[in-house]
């Protein structure tokens, strides 16, 4: 008699197979080793659920966003356009804050209320992009089939973010690497 775990895992096989994730002769192999009381065989590859679906490629502003609406996530793989236009946009937004800024200040150094205000909106959107940003490097660099740690070069002082632009400019792995699939694949 096969008990509910084997039963259950059997039906999760019935279920890939109909969705064209295991061929008829994987899922015979996975179901005589569930039936002889095998051990599955361990994943060595992360889960490649995408949480967030890319947009067309021609959709600038989206790819742009697209970090932050992969706000936290630290697992996967970016493409360098998805890093690349989030840095452009960011440069972009902090740049005419920036202009603002010093516009509305006269020669004596007094910074008016619009200054301020811009100034203020700044240092906010620097401390509300900063998780997003460090996610899409983390995500660039497992896309190279690198640790994520490698961000933390960031913090050697004056060449660390050098050299993880530099870094960042480098192709991904081709195919699927341990991080998840190709993102220009996808």
Do not use: C
């Not at 440069?91 to 008016?112: P, S």
């Not at 960031?154 to 190709?182: A, K």
Request: glycine fraction near 6%.
């Amino acid at each position: 008699m096969i008990d509910e775990d084997n039963l259950r895992s059997i039906e999760k096989l019935h279920a890939m197979r109909a969705e064209g994730i295991l061929s008829d002769e994987e899922f015979e192999d996975a179901k005589r080793k569930i039936l002889n009381g095998q051990p599955s065989r361990a994943r060595t590859t992360a889960p490649t659920a995408k949480l967030v679906h890319e947009p067309a490629d021609t959709d600038y502003l989206a790819w742009a966003s697209l970090p932050l609406r992969r706000y936290a996530q630290f697992t996967g793989r970016s493409g360098r356009k998805e890093f690349w236009l989030f840095l452009l946009a960011v440069n972009l937004v902090a740049a005419a804050l920036a202009i603002v800024w010093t516009a509305d200040t006269n020669f004596i150094g007094y910074t008016g209320t619009i200054g301020n205000m811009a100034f203020a909106i700044l240092i906010i959107g620097f401390l509300a992009i900063l998780v997003p940003y460090l996610a899409v490097q983390v995500r660039r660099f497992h896309d190279q089939d690198r640790s994520g740690w490698f961000a933390l070069l960031n913090l050697i002082p004056y060449i660390g973010p050098v050299i993880v632009l530099v870094m960042m400019t480098l192709p991904g792995t081709e195919g699927e690497n341990q991080y998840g699939s190709d993102p220009a694949e996808l």
